[in-house]
């Protein structure tokens, strides 16, 4: 279950691995790359297809990131986010964020079976300051009806 203090973990992180940039620039990985980037957070591109993001080196996995990411966000389909899942527990990272569509039920278990604190089925972009004005309409509407983390 997302909660507000979940979310609040992973904003407070300094490094998170972006798993799902992409050559194709309209791809939601590669917006919210460049949009945490210019929010100041040190990033790390994952994409086993591409070697550079962005004039930044990118990884084809987590293991191969010189520096542990304190966090790790999902923009990827689902069944892919369930095998990189291995790679976070062996990493030791312990928070993570599953965009939409890059969450399933067995992430989420694994999440909770390996005491690994996640967020999912939320658009990271609508909690992190400044929020762009589509970002901060949605974020007050899902408020509006409850649907927020607690």
Request: contains cysteine; proline residues 5%.
């Amino acid at each position: 279950m997302n909660t507000k203090k979940s979310v609040e973990n992973f904003l407070a992180s300094k490094t998170i691995a972006v798993v799902g940039v992409s050559r194709n620039k309209r791809k939601f990985g590669s917006t919210v790359y460049n949009e945490l980037r210019k929010k100041g957070y040190t990033l790390y591109p994952v994409n086993p297809f591409i070697t550079e993001f962005e004039g930044d080196t990118c990884y084809p996995d987590i293991t191969s990131i010189p520096e542990k990411p304190e966090a790790v966000l999902f923009s990827i389909p689902h069944d892919k986010t369930e095998v990189i899942m291995e790679e976070i527990l062996k990493s030791g990272i312990t928070k993570v964020w599953m965009q939409q569509g890059s969450q399933s039920d067995k992430a989420i278990k694994f999440c909770e079976d390996h005491n690994i604190d996640y967020v999912s089925n939320e658009c990271v972009l609508m909690f992190t300051e400044p929020a762009e004005f589509f970002h901060k309409a949605h974020k007050f509407f899902r408020g509006v009806f409850g649907k927020l983390p607690q």
